[in-house]
Structures are given as C-alpha cells and as structure tokens.
C-alpha cells in the first residue's frame, strides 16, 4: 500500500519517477495526485485547433486523415507527414524522419483517432500558415485489446505535460498509484463537508483521475477547490491572529507635534479618502498590538502622504519610521518628496523637526556611516532605503513603523528581517502598492492584513488619454507619434519613452509577455536613444535612464530631468514607481505589448500628474484581433485600475499574478481560480475564521494541522506574501 507521503521513486519505476521530478517537479505520492487533468478529452469529440499557439507543448484530440511520403531536399530518402483534423476539419501535420517514420507509417492508418503531444510549430503566412507537430509521441485509441479497455470510459483525461513526459505516461503512473493506494485520512472535518455537501479526499481524487462522467469531474473539482481555498485561508488566519497578539509599543497621535505642523503646510486638502484611511491608520498605530495593513489605490491616489502622516506620528510618539523601496531610484525619490514635503520640519531637529536619512547600499563610506549613525541613534526619525536597511549592521533606536512601498518586490524573509530590528516589540507595518488587487486576491495574497483602499484622485490630476499606435500595420501612425511629442516638448513640457531592454539581450527589466513567437529582439534604451536623437527628435535634449546606470548617475540624470534640463527621457521600467516629475505630459512606450497590463497602467501614471493633460501612446506591431493587442486595447479603453488588475489576472497564470513564477516555485493553486471563484473563497474564509476562533493550534483537527505544515514545510506559502 502507498501513501500521500511516499516518494515516488518507491512507489514507480526508477525511470518514469526520475522523469516525474525533473520534468514536472513531483516527488510524492501526493503531488502526482495533485497534478489534476487540464482537460479531458471524449472519445466521439475532437480537439479544436484554432488556439493552438507556436513553441506551445500540447496535446491534440484528432482524427488521421492521410499519410504522405515526401522527399528530404539535398540528402535523398523521405520523410513522412501525417494529416490530422480537429473537430471543426482544421488540421494540423505531423512530421516524422528516419527510422521514426516507418514505426509511425505503421501505427498511423487513416480513420483513426489518439491523442498526439508535441510542441507546436508552424510554417507558411497568412491563410496558407500551417501548424506541425514535428516527431510528436502519440497514442491511438483502439491499437491493442488493453488500450481499448483504457479508453473505453467515455472521458479521457488530459494532464499537464512536458517534454519527454506525455499525458498517458502520467496517466498509467497515476493508475498504479491509484490501485495502490491506503486509505487517506480526510484533513477536511467531517462538519464542513456535510455543511458544504462535499465528497471525501478518497472519493474526489479518484473521480478526478477515472470519472465516470462530468458529474463525477464537477463533484471532485468542487471539494479540490475548497481544500485549496480553505488551507490558504487557514494559514492567513492563523498568521493575522497570531500578529495580533504580538506586542508592540503603542504610537499615539499627539496634538501638538510633527503632523499637526505638517497638515497645517499643506498646501491641498486631503481627499475623503486620504483623511478617512489616515483615521483606521491613526488608531492602529495606538493600540499595543502592530498594525499589519495593506493600503492600496490608485496611481497617483496620494499613499505617500498617507504614509508620511502616518510616519510622523510615530516620530511625535517618539519611535522612528522606515520607508523601505525596491529600487534605488524610487528610494532616492522618495527621499526627495518626502524632506521637500515636510520643509523645514526635515532639519534634524531643529525647532521640533526631524532629520531624513537615506540609506542605499551605493552610498559612500562616509555618508553611508552618517545615515547608519543617525538610524541608530535615533536623530533620523525617518529612514528611506532599499535592501541596504536590511543589513545586520543597521540598528534603530526605537523602530517604531515599518512601510513597505510595492510589496510584491520583497518576499517574507524581507519583512521579518525589519521586524527583527524592533527588538522585542514588533513594529507597525503598513504595506502599499499601486496595482489595484481584486477582492479575492486580496483575501488570498494579503489575507493576513487589514487592507484600506484609496480610489478617489487628488483635485488637480488631469485625465490620461491613451492610444494604441499600430506601428506594423500603420507606419505614419508612429511618424504622427513623434511630431505629438515634439508638440508637447514645443510648449514647454516632457516626455518619457519607455522600451523593454537597455541594449543587450541579458538586460530586460520589463515585465515581458511570454510566448511571442518568431520575433526581433525586445527594442531597447540605447538603440531607440540614438536612432531618436539622430532622426525624428533631433535637436531635442535627450537621456537615458536603466538599472544598469551607476547609482550616481541614475540619481543626476532623474535630477537633471526634475529641473526640467532634460526634454525626453528614455528609460527601462525602472521609472514604474514614484517618480513623481509633474512637467511630465506625454509617455511612448515601445513594445508595449511586451509589458503586463498592470505594469502599463504603472507606467502611465508617471504623467498627468502636474495639472497637465496626459497622454499615452502605446506602440505596437502587434496585429489587431491578437491576445497582444487585446491587451492593449483594454488599457487604452480605461484608466480603472482595478478593471485592468481583473483583465491582467484573466490573462496571467494564477502562479505568475501570485509571485511564484518569479519565486521558482509551483503555484498551490491548481483548481482554484481567483476571479471566478469568489465565493469558495468567502466561505472558507469564514470556516477559518470560525474553526480557529475556537481552536486557534487545530489541536482538535490533527490531520488539518498537519496538511497546513506540509503546505509551509514545502517552501510554497512564501507567495503569500506577495502580489
């Protein structure tokens, strides 16, 4: 008998279990029962061929139609190609050489029908464009007495695949493991199950891998999906409830000091919004438990001065505040806004202030020993830095706040490590992010914070119109593009154009879409610099701005371009976040199809921020009708962030929009759909929430407390923590 935890290497043959974990990371038992169909195919109905996409590994449903031998061009002999239908008649070509061709010359008889995997290829254009799979592996449905008897249920199920790993090879694993199996204690309590009429672990598994029917596929799916959904919601709640009873120093607000000063210099009102959040903010920092709140709006909805307001307080309640960014450039910005906002309240505490130091791991020695010597004397109520502020040897003398600024940049160990720096008392953290999250989201990426929303603009923001420029289809739509931004440079104002690249194929910084296929290199800083200074913006003051730019020169060239001694900058995303130049009018991005929807409407929001009409031109030689240009049409269509963040999570995997794509690790979602299963996700947040008001350690529910270990034990739960 095998069990959930059982390696796989004992339980299969050596080389089907090694090919297993190299090809699709599964190393137990129970991760081979969780790598759940993506389809299944039915024996009467064919696969549809017309969203197959090229470089893609697949695995097609179709119907052999006829065999032809072709001749091999300048080498003599033939190879052999394969006509196959789809249920609709489309069709796709199999191509087989040397001694491969004659075993499938056998085996592939017209009229027959098997599923065939590959990776998609395609060749010709337009109308004539054909797609190939070339020496796929394949399976016919009816070739022995003992593959009939396996494809005679009416559902065939379709797993995700690999290369040298074909979706009946994980189906025969999963067979000897299924006729194997002992029994399985269910973590789910016998009481959710009958409330939410639910089948048991055993039951859903094997429904999900031999279904008798659809029925049997939607009974299973449903238990899978709330196992996931009520897990993840148990180790949020856990967390919350257990930061909660941290000890932290209590920060209240003081009439009389800092931010009384501050808010009576503002030179705007707050909006409802900003004053309403400030209040909830307000009163957490009060309370002698840290506050852990995620406070998200809207680009340009005005979270720093809700984080500056907060972070005074804190100073007037005599503890320290860090603002920790992602980038050097966005810490050096916000080190500027920050000491012009407070004036002379920033003077090191002359006449009630306080002194803000910078810290970022390219500081020079000796400023860098003045910046670590004020955090840890306490002299810098206010710390802005990057990870540099992370490092062992910088200390506080009374950390009192912690803000975050665009969290889904720094993982837990991060955080954790700041926290550390408070000594025995947490601090308050507050983490913010200008890419609106959906509500689900939300509860499952930052389920362990009290999240507040800023969704109303500050007075004097000026609209942004953006437009998609077609440059393939439409050349002189691009010329337009250049004579509409000399136009704005003419009147007085700037310009950011943005690429994907710096100048080498190692120097991406953007968020750049997959599976474009048989395309030119990403268009990058340097190369659109030069061919823009010496053609249609000639004359003008040009500069680039990349990662890749020493640290001095990246702060002088976004100083020069604040002072309004630069016309167009030309940049990577590295001027996504907090840069703030309110001269700034117009923004080209090139590739544009190339970046993520949320990371557009980022990018965007660096203008219209001074009063001045924005306008944004998204250049691409996407073709109309593509995913790529759907994409686009709907940033142009809406500046509601929280619209777009709905169309990037539709578009993205579930891994990617959660962080695990760029963690390495496989998504703990493999049947939950964030968007589209909202109430699943409600109500095992509210079956947490009870389960554990009442067994806060699950010391009554053994097996659940060990599935949330097992959950964390695999390193998986850090894409909790991100967005």
């Not at 899978?224 to 897990?231: G, H, N, R, V, W």
């Not at 609209?463 to 136009?487: G, M, N, S």
């Not at 968020?511 to 990403?522: M, S, T, V």
């Not at 964030?674 to 389960?691: F, G, K, Q, Y």
Request: charged residues 25%.
């Amino acid at each position: 008998m095998t069990s959930f935890d059982e390696p796989l290497t004992k339980a299969l043959d050596p080389k089907t279990s090694k090919l297993l974990e190299s090809v699709l990371g599964l190393r137990t038992v129970g991760d081979l029962l969780r790598h759940y169909p993506r389809r299944y195919a039915e024996r009467g109905e064919l696969t549809d061929l017309d969203d197959l996409q090229v470089d893609e590994h697949v695995t097609v449903v179709g119907e052999v139609t006829r065999l032809m031998r072709r001749p091999m061009r300048n080498k003599g002999g033939t190879w052999l190609e394969v006509e196959v239908v789809d249920g609709r008649r489309s069709k796709i070509y199999l191509s087989f050489f040397g001694r491969a061709s004659h075993i499938a010359e056998t085996r592939l008889r017209p009229g027959r029908r098997g599923m065939f995997a590959g990776k998609v290829g395609a060749f010709g254009q337009g109308d004539k464009r054909r797609w190939q799979l070339s020496h796929p592996e394949f399976e016919m449905f009816d070739e022995t007495e003992a593959d009939a008897e396996e494809f005679a249920a009416a559902l065939v199920p379709i797993y995700p695949a690999g290369k040298d790993v074909t979706p009946w090879a994980i189906r025969r694993a999963l067979g000897v493991v299924l006729d194997t199996l002992g029994p399985l204690d269910d973590p789910l309590p016998a009481e959710l199950r009958t409330r939410h009429r639910l089948p048991g672990l055993a039951e859903a598994l094997l429904a999900i891998h031999r279904p008798r029917d659809h029925a049997d596929v939607s009974r299973a799916r449903k238990r899978l999906k709330f196992d996931e959904a009520f897990t993840l919601q148990a180790v949020l709640v856990q967390r919350k409830m257990a930061a909660g009873s941290w000890p932290a120093t209590p920060r209240p607000p003081r009439g009389d000091g800092l931010l009384a000063d501050f808010d009576a210099r503002l030179p705007f009102q707050l909006t409802e919004g900003q004053r309403d959040v400030g209040e909830e903010i307000a009163e957490d920092l009060a309370r002698p438990h840290p506050m852990h709140r995620l406070l998200q709006g809207e680009v340009g909805a005005g979270k720093t001065v809700v984080a500056l307001r907060a972070m005074l307080q804190v100073v007037d309640a005599g503890g320290q505040a860090v603002l920790l960014a992602p980038t050097e450039v966005l810490a050096q910005q916000h080190h500027r806004s920050i000491t012009a906002m407070l004036g002379d309240l920033a003077t090191g505490g002359m006449f009630g202030g306080t002194s803000v130091a910078l810290l970022t791991g390219s500081l020079g020695a000796a400023a860098r020993r003045s910046a670590m010597l004020d955090a840890a004397s306490g002299a810098a109520g206010i710390v802005v830095g990057t990870h540099a502020v992370l490092q062992e040897r910088v200390q506080f003398a009374d950390l009192g706040l912690v803000v975050v600024d665009e969290q889904h940049r720094f993982g837990v160990e991060q955080r954790d490590a700041l926290r550390e720096k408070a000594g025995e008392g947490r601090p308050h953290v507050l983490v913010m992010t200008a890419t609106p999250i959906p509500r689900t989201v939300a509860m499952t990426v930052f389920g362990d914070l009290t999240v507040s929303t800023l969704s109303q603009l500050p007075s004097g923001r000026a609209p942004i119109t953006t437009h998609v420029v077609p440059a393939a289809e439409k050349p002189h739509f691009l010329d337009r593009a250049w004579t509409r931004l000399r136009e704005e440079v003419e009147l007085g104002r700037q310009a950011y154009i943005v690429c994907p690249r710096i100048g080498d194929l190692e120097g991406d910084e953007g968020d750049l879409a997959k599976g474009d296929d048989e395309r030119r290199p990403p268009l990058a800083v340097l190369d659109v610099a030069a061919m823009l200074s010496e053609g249609p913006l000639s004359g003008l003051r040009t500069a680039v701005l990349h990662g890749k730019l020493p640290p001095e020169e990246k702060d002088a060239v976004m100083r020069a371009f604040a002072r309004g001694e630069v016309d167009v900058l030309v940049a990577t995303t590295v001027i996504e976040v907090g840069v703030d130049v309110p001269n700034s009018s117009v923004m080209v991005i090139m590739d544009a199809d190339r970046f993520g929807v949320s990371q557009l409407h980022q990018l965007r929001g660096r203008v219209g921020r001074g009063g001045l009409p924005g306008l944004c031109l998204l250049v691409s030689d996407a073709p109309g009708g593509t995913p790529a240009r759907q994409r686009l049409d709907a940033v142009a269509a809406t500046l509601d962030g929280f619209e777009l963040s709905r169309v990037d999570l539709e578009q993205r995997r579930e891994g990617d929009v959660l962080g695990v794509a760029q963690s390495g690790r496989r998504s703990s979602l493999k049947m939950l759909q964030l968007l589209r299963d909202e109430e699943v996700i409600l109500a095992a947040r509210a079956d947490a929430e009870e389960m554990l008001a009442a067994d806060p350690e699950l010391i009554g529910h053994p097996v659940l407390r060990t599935e949330i270990d097992r959950l964390l034990a695999d390193e998986r739960a850090e894409y909790l923590e991100k967005a």
